[in-house]
C-alpha cells in the first residue's frame, strides 16, 4: 500500500519500520564489499610493485651528494689538523673514497686535468688545487678545492 509522505514523495509502507528479515538487515549494514577490498589491495600491490623502480632512480644520485659531502667534511677536518698541528697534513684519496659503494667513483685531478692520488692541506689555509669529481651513473658532482684559501665548493650536474 502506498501512501504520500510529507514531502509529497510517495512512500512504501515498510519504509518506516525496522527490517524483518535476514536480507532487509543484510542491505541495510554498512561496511567494505569484497569487491572494495580486493580493488584497494590491488592498488596497494601496484605501488609496492612500483617502489623499488623510484629507489632505483633516486639512490645512485643520493649517493653521489653524501659522497660529496663526505669527502668536504674528510677535508674540512684534515684543515683543522693541519691549522692545530702547524704543519702540512696530507690525505690519499684511496682512504678518502674506500667506504664509497662499488658504482661510486671519484677522481682527484688538478687545474690541468692531471689526476692526483694526494691531497695536501697546509697550516696556513691553502691546499693542493684542483677538482674532486663524484660519478654513479649519469650522476655526477664536483668539489672544487681552492688553491689559495682551501675552500670548499660543490658543484652538482
Known sequence: MRKMSETGSRCTARQGRAPQGRRERARLTTG????????????????AATFPLVLDR?????????????????IRDAQARSIAQGKAVSVQLAILTHSFSATTHATFTD???????????YPDGSA??????????????TLVLSAITGGTQVDEH
Do not use: K
Not at 633516486?58 to 674528510?74: C, Q, Y
Not at 693542493?128 to 658532482?141: C, E, I, M
Open 128 to 141: 693542493t688545487g684542483g677538482q674532486l669529481r663524484v660519478v654513479d651513473g649519469a650522476h655526477r658532482s
Open 32 to 47: 567494505f564489499t569484497l569487491l572494495e577490498l580486493l580493488v584497494v589491495l590491488a592498488i596497494m600491490l601496484l605501488m
Open 58 to 74: 633516486v639512490l645512485p644520485g643520493r649517493r653521489v651528494t653524501m659522497a660529496t659531502e663526505h669527502l668536504a667534511v674528510a
Open 111 to 121: 687545474w690541468n686535468g692531471r689526476p692526483l692520488s694526494t691531497l695536501v692541506l
